[in-house]
């Protein structure tokens, strides 16, 4: 056999296992999708395979090749939103030099990303403290700046034992107001200035870090909040 030819058929054989693994990887993304779709307007405690299956318009034998059960599935989708969002945060507050303004204002991101897609604040509303668990904005992002904040005088040290369970309470309320009723304009603010008051900075302060422009976060398109927000626009055409 020409050494050509070889080379031709090693190079076919050698894509094949990458093609594969692109295609499985694009399934378990749609399942993914499908699942915090599904989750969002049923809620986490319900059975939904047989609803992500429709949605994601796949065979059931299909989806148990990705996930074994409902739970399975929850974590799935709790993990890459968390992940995701927790990466916007961290890609434009980590540049900010002063730890009152970078936790407020990646209290104001996250906010921010849930009140602009309502099925992910729906997801995350529902889904409660099983969101990342304890890998979060939350538990991973805000104690090292609440703490070097108390150091400079910012927080209440005293406030600290309980600030992260504080801050974890009053989001999961305001992803409850946002994701089922109107809100106000600066609700996210608001909700923030109430947040850095209850863990002892003063109402000025506050105020004033709640009141700096937002860096825009830049959602790219394959993301599961932009690939989410895509469906919904579709069902909203399509009536």
Same mark, same amino acid.
């Given at each position: 056999? &020409? #050494? @050509?030819? !070889?080379?031709?058929?090693?190079? @076919? ?30 809620? +986490? ?8 299956? @429709?949605?994601?318009? +796949? ?6 090749? *990705? ?18 969002? =927790? ?12 730890? /009152? ?8 991101? *996250? ?9 992910? #604040? ?16 939350? *538990? ?16 209440? &040290?005293?406030?600290?034992?309980? %600030? +992260?369970?504080?801050? !974890? /309470? ?10 089922? /009723? ?21 109402? %000025?302060? #506050? ?12 959602? &790219?398109?394959?993301? =599961? ?15």
């Amino acid at each position: 056999m &020409p #050494a @050509a030819t !070889k080379d031709t058929i090693k190079a @076919a054989t050698d894509h094949r296992p990458r093609v594969a693994a692109e295609r499985r990887e694009r399934m378990r993304k749609r399942l993914i999708e499908s699942a915090l779709i599904v989750f969002a307007q049923k809620g +986490v405690g319900a059975s939904v395979i047989p609803e992500v299956v @429709a949605a994601a318009e +796949v065979s059931q034998g299909s989806f148990y090749n *990705y996930f074994r059960t409902n739970e399975e599935l929850l974590t799935a989708v709790s993990e890459e939103l968390s992940n995701e969002m =927790l990466q916007l945060i961290e890609g434009v507050v980590g540049a900010i030099a002063d730890p /009152g303004l970078r936790v407020a204002t990646a209290l104001r991101c *996250y906010l921010q990303l849930a009140r602009g897609n309502r099925l992910a #604040a729906r997801f995350l509303a529902s889904a409660g403290m099983r969101v990342g668990g304890e890998h979060s904005m939350v *538990y991973d992002v805000l104690p090292p700046d609440l703490e070097e904040g108390a150091r400079l005088g910012q927080f209440d &040290p005293a406030a600290l034992t309980v %600030a +992260v369970d504080v801050i !974890k /309470g009053t989001v999961l309320m305001a992803m409850h107001r946002m994701a089922h /009723g109107r809100i106000a304009k600066d609700y996210p603010e608001q909700m923030v200035q109430a947040m850095l008051r209850s863990l002892g900075m003063g109402t %000025a302060d #506050a105020v004033r870090l709640t009141a700096v422009p937002l860096p825009r976060l830049a959602i &790219p398109a394959e993301s =599961l909040l932009a690939r989410v927000q895509a469906r919904a626009a579709v069902k909203a055409a399509e009536g």
